[in-house]
């Protein structure tokens, strides 16, 4: 039987990357500064210092590297677990709310990057 987290099972190409964004926790006037991880049209892993409760929905704002305009997105959190190793917490985001300009704008990011698994 196939791995599930394989990337012939994945809905999304998914790449490395390294950027800076914001997550916002909609009513409750909580703003994290999170790392962007990995990334796919689809969704994308953060990493913040402080841990955040899967189904958790969130805002996310962030300028891909080499555009020149903010991409902003809602998400839910799916997945959440303490990297011990980074002394930080990293998050699956699934993307719920996204503009189609913004989800072209992260697709054509991901043609110049190389898939992970």
């Known amino acids: 039987m ?10 999304f190409r998914r790449a490395a990357v ?6 916002i926790l909609p009513g409750q006037e909580l703003v994290l500064t999170g790392q962007a991880l990995d990334l796919s049209s689809g969704g994308m892993r953060v990493a ?6 899967a189904g958790q929905s969130i805002v996310l ?4 590297p080499g ?5 902003v997105v809602r998400g839910r959190i799916v997945l959440s677990f303490f990297d ?8 699956g985001v699934a993307f719920t709310q996204i ?13 110049t990057k190389n898939p992970v698994a």
């Not at 704002?61 to 891909?64: A, G, I, Q, S």
């Not at 011990?84 to 998050?91: C, G, N, S, T």
């Open 84 to 91: 011990a190793a980074a002394k930080r917490y990293a998050h």
């Open 2 to 11: 196939a791995n599930e987290g394989s990337p012939s099972r994945r809905r």
């Open 48 to 53: 913040t210092g402080g841990d955040l409760p």
């Open 61 to 64: 704002r962030f300028t891909l």
């Open 99 to 111: 503009a189609p300009d913004d989800r072209k704008l992260i697709e054509k990011t991901l043609e």
């Open 18 to 23: 390294d950027f800076s964004t914001t997550v």
């Open 67 to 71: 555009a020149e305009r903010e991409v």
